[in-house]
């Protein structure tokens, strides 16, 4: 069954396409990966499903509404959660505090926003850091910290900006292990990743960008192989290269 | 049409000059360094009463006077942006405006303690004969100041889109550090910018001498209608603020003659509303809207 | 972003010396004391919708000029007793405010652009009350001396300073209460990150108009004690952009988004204007030379103010 479904999404600034069609599934309890060269409109892609920005047209539908003409707010309220490409703290907040405002979206009071926030905190391992000011985390932390606060929010379906940027490679694996935690925890994950590696061993289905159309879809291993993705991302003379080779 | 409407269009005319070209002032120091300055109207005062010392003083006639004018707000202006408002250029927007507050009350109220509140006019020779075209009455001392208004936006424009000096200015206002990259001393710059800036205003104040009588607070009378004329041309938008100038003198006369001169300013702060709310780009787009 | 104890202790501290300071005044000192806490009050006002929730306001002379002029008016011509008159005046500032707020939210207009808004609609309400009979044009309103309590009138100007006093106390602990609940969290969330804040669920829009309503009521509150203390108003003096500016000032001096900062900035700020005024008599403009240096000084060396800048070094964020 699918949680989200995404029908012809079109966005476009300044009259460039910056999406172009693009129609995805996102199978429920699974893990979907979105990936595309520099500039090939996946944050944006990303920005039309969390509702940042509305879709020039298209459908979006989630659990079974449509909900391309809502808010981001009224998203997040439906289960939409999301993390942001270059991290964004409430940096003069207290790191519980910053997870609370997420915490409060679905909490009758506040003793059960902290309850939330808290709970968040530990699934992200990011507890002991709890009274610390936002802006002192470092960059993994600050990672951890976008994650807890979109699961305080109690979401069914999680987006992810490419949360690995800038971790090292011991914060990334990780960040991978905490990821299948929040599969198995049953959240449906969509996520945008330019780590390679990373994307195969997390997705259970990638769609692939290009331009702003979606060009391939399938199975990770399928997926890289398929030419149009080698040449998406290398380029014609590359794809020829790497054929050849 | 009566030939006093007319008299009346003649007039906003020549005033909205003047007004454009404070307004492309301020319309440059906020394209280029995204400074919303609260100084302006002060900095018109000062070329105002740079001229009148001068030509009172000295007995030189208003308009020889205008060089030292420049000069002056030029290194006001330049000072201003390289040792203050440079120190604060990371901080949040509204610091830099506040800055430009502080340092609007600290010009306003030397001014004040230096020429005392009092009313000061000049009386230039040849300048008290009003030219009489058909019925319509025109001071010498405003056509004069309009030429000079075309003269400098013409000059400010060639110096941005047509110098080398210029290129850099605009590519400092683009992308600070790219600009920085590319070799050019960004903070030097932007002094230069401010400075130009100040320039353009004080030019404004300085016209306005012979027409009218002048004040330490005369500035904050200007203040707010600049900032109306640039956002409407597009902050940032030489043309446009020179058209919004005259659109803006028209609407004050021709309101002011069919409705009171404290109506048309309250069509003229209503029209700013709508602009921001509605256009913020201004009239005539390309305007920049500033986005944190 | 608060330390608690500094913060209560400070706020004690203030209070004690409010408290006590109207024992040993005689006229003139309750007079600066009327001033400072004016501002103190006016600066918890622009405080909360600017400090915490980061929306920058210039033009709280709209509001503190509608609560002048609604208790007023319907004093002088209904008869109704500035008590009340104040809370409705409270209201129509509020009024004001989220009509300004909407306008400019709901088109996104933010920062700077912002600021001009505020301004400009300060400024229309200023040529409107100045140009319109039946709001008493630019002759202002005189308010009739009755010396009755129930007229919000006191022969002592003691009883005024209490009342003034409270009003502070109040718009401090309304602060209080909102920093530490749902409201005031998001709301720092929404000045930090507004993008961050609507994706988490924070309803934006409705958050920075609650905010507005809530900082314009006080305003408006201040707007009424100034007619009823000073017994006249007049539009260039209660729509005056200085308004705006003596909203801010204590904010930047002492620290914005801080419950302390506006009480101590209006502390030091309005004593240092009355000591300049009385060294400098004979210079007229002196007192605001050394108002802009303030401003120009604080804006580049100490930004965060004196409180913010205290709390920052005891945390040892430096």
Redesign the interface.
Known sequence: MDILTAKDVCKSFNGNMAVDHASLNVEKGKITGLIGANGAGKTTLFNCLSGYYPAASGKIIFDGREIQGMSAQKRCKLGIARTFQIAKPFGCLSVIDNVAVGGYNKAKDKAEAYKNARESLEFVHLDHKAEELAFRLNTGEQRQLELARALSTKPTLLLLDEVMAGLTPTESEEMIKLIFKVRDSGITVLLIEHIMPAVMKLSDKIYVLDRGKIICEGEPKTVVNDPRVIESYLGKAGAAYAKNN | MSIQFVQTLVDGIMMGGVYALAALGLSLIFGVLKITNFAHGAMMTIGMYSVYVISTYYGVNPYLALPVSILMLFLIGYLVQRFLIQRIEHAPAHNQLLLTLGLAYIFENLLLIIFTPNYKSLQVEGMEKAIKIGGLTIAPAKIIAFGVVIVVTVLVYLFLYKSSLGLKVRAAAQNDDGALLMGIRVKEIRGIAFGIGAVCTGIAGSLLVPVMSIYPTLGEVFQLKCFVIAVLGGMGNLWGALISGIIIGLVESVSGYALGGSWSELLIYAVFILILVFKPTGLFGRGNRRDK | ?INNKIEKYSIIVLLAMAVIYPVFSNSYMISVGVSILTIALLGQSWNLM?GYAGQ?S?GHAAFFGVGAYTSSILYVDFGISPWIGMLIGMAMAAAVGVVIGF??FR?R?????F???T???A??LR??F??TKALKGAGGILIPYKNDWSEFQFENDKIFYIILLLMVILATFVLAVISK??LG??L??IK??Q??????????LKYKLIAMAISAAMAGMAGTFYAQYYGFIDPTVVFAASIS?EA?VPC?IGGA?TLCGPLLGAVIIVPLQELSNSLFDG????N??I??????VF??FC?DGIYGTIVKRV?G?K
């Open positions: 972003m600017s920058f210039f306008l400019s088109y207009i933010k920062g700077d652009f600021a001009l808004v301004l400009a609609f400024e229309i040529v409107l100045n140009n609940r749902k969290i998001c720092i969330a930090e990150s993008s961050a804040a609507r994706s988490l669920g924070v309803p934006v500016v801010i930047i988004g210079i007229n403009g002196l605001m030379i108002y802009g240096l303030l401003i120009v804006i580049i930004p945390k964020e």
